[in-house]
């Protein structure tokens, strides 16, 4: 049976014996596409708002995942760069399987006019420094190193504390 045919009953499932035909090339899409330009080239967050129920997505969004809106272009908005933890935790096995050499902190990062999170690395903490709730900002490559990829964020830390 070809990958793409449609089941109309549970008991036609099946096994498949082989590789996969699944291609290694992957793409952003429009509108992540878009959000990576801006990271790489302005070293600026882009989010796509819902004028219908006001969620606000980083990175944008084509169509609104609440309650399904369109979100042309005209809906993107700036945020961050600064934001706010909303969890934590601490990385141990890396994604090939293998336990890393140095323990990395992850957080879930909700920038400043979002109402949704990014998972990525944080740097420039201990630990037992952080909480939900801290106040973090982006360190970025160097902007002729940048690639357009979400690697262009080195990994946020803590924002300095405003007097």
Same mark, same amino acid.
């Given at each position: ?18 590789? @996969? ?24 967050? @882009? ?52 336990? @890393? ?63």
């Amino acid at each position: 049976m070809p990958l793409k045919d449609r089941l109309s009953l549970t008991t036609e499932t099946g096994s498949w014996i082989g590789e @996969l035909p699944v291609s290694s090339r992957y793409t952003a899409g429009v509108a992540a596409e878009k959000f990576f330009v801006a990271l790489r080239d302005k070293g600026q967050f @882009l989010g796509s708002r819902c004028e219908v129920c006001g969620e606000s997505y980083v990175p944008p969004k084509q169509y609104c995942e609440k309650c399904m809106t369109e979100l042309p272009e005209s809906s993107w908005v700036k945020v961050g760069p600064e934001g706010t933890v909303e969890s934590w935790t601490v990385v141990h096995i890396g994604l090939d399987g293998k336990r @890393l050499a140095e323990p990395e902190l992850v957080g879930l990062i909700r920038l400043d006019g979002a109402t949704t999170a990014i998972v990525h690395r944080l740097g420039g903490v201990k630990p037992c420094d952080l909480c939900i709730g801290i106040r973090v900002r982006p360190v970025l490559k160097p902007e002729k190193k940048r690639e357009g990829a979400i690697t262009d964020i080195l990994y946020f830390q803590p924002a300095a504390k405003k007097r």
